[in-house]
T-cell receptor, first 118, second 116 residues
């Protein structure tokens, strides 16, 4: 069964520093996608970055990059130059490529709360 | 482009009452998802629609929860009767096509439900 593990309940960082949020996953499938979402206190889930299991390069989107280590089944999010507005809950999620009509929903981890201070 | 719309944003009810949530996905998105997010946890799928058909409702408590997506556009999720453990944020999401692994899901602002 698919599983996402985020072992850091909370992380603290100062403005302009980089921070790494950990994510490990478990799947027996060869084709899958990994996602990171940000959830501010307002509640909306904001898509940040995507990494495909067959992608050879680590994904990058502005200040966000994904450190993808397939053999270790890890997909850590790196935020460079943290800003106060980065304070939020961050979720790692996975979806396998569907083989049937069984559904293509995301499986989420429990999240990591990031606090950025000035 | 307008995002996923949900209403109401907040709802407080007493146990055994009924409640309904509404979602309007991004225009043109074929797939719609309802997730339940209990405090301190990640979202969990309740039901997935592709156009107006149900793809996956295996985790929907069908004795009390129901959902429909008439005409393949907006959707309604209903709880009847509500229990205390239904207190959660109900998130609606949509995606453009047919669920390839790389397809991004876009979420609405959610409805926060408190059952007293």
């Amino acid at each position: 069964a698919q599983k996402i593990t985020q072992t850091q309940p909370g992380m603290f960082v100062q403005e302009k520093e980089a921070v790494t949020l950990d994510c490990t996953y478990d799947t027996s499938d060869q084709s899958y996608g990994l996602f990171w979402y940000k959830q501010p206190s307002s509640g909306e889930m904001i898509f940040l970055i995507y990494q495909g299991s067959y992608d050879e390069q680590n994904a990058t989107e502005g200040r966000y990059s994904l450190n993808f280590q397939k053999a270790r089944k890890s997909a850590n999010l790196v935020i460079s130059a943290s800003q106060l507005g980065d304070s939020a809950m961050y979720f790692c999620a996975m979806r396998e490529t569907p083989r049937s009509k069984a559904g293509t929903a995301l499986i989420f981890g429990k999240g990591t709360t990031l606090s950025v201070s000035s | 482009e307008a995002g996923v719309a949900q209403s109401p944003r907040y709802k407080i009810i007493e146990k055994r009452q009924s409640v309904a949530f509404w979602c309007n996905p991004i225009s043109g998105h074929a797939t719609l998802y309802w997730y339940q997010q209990i405090l301190g946890q990640g979202p969990k799928l309740l039901i997935q629609f592709q156009n107006n058909g149900v793809v996956d409702d295996s985790q929907l408590p069908k004795d009390r929860f129901s959902a429909e997506r008439l005409k393949g556009v907006d959707s309604t999720l209903k709880i009847q009767p509500a229990k205390l453990e239904d207190s959660a944020v109900y998130l609606c999401a949509s995606s453009v096509g047919y669920g390839l692994s790389q397809e991004t899901q876009y979420f609405g602002p959610g409805t926060r439900l408190l059952v007293l």
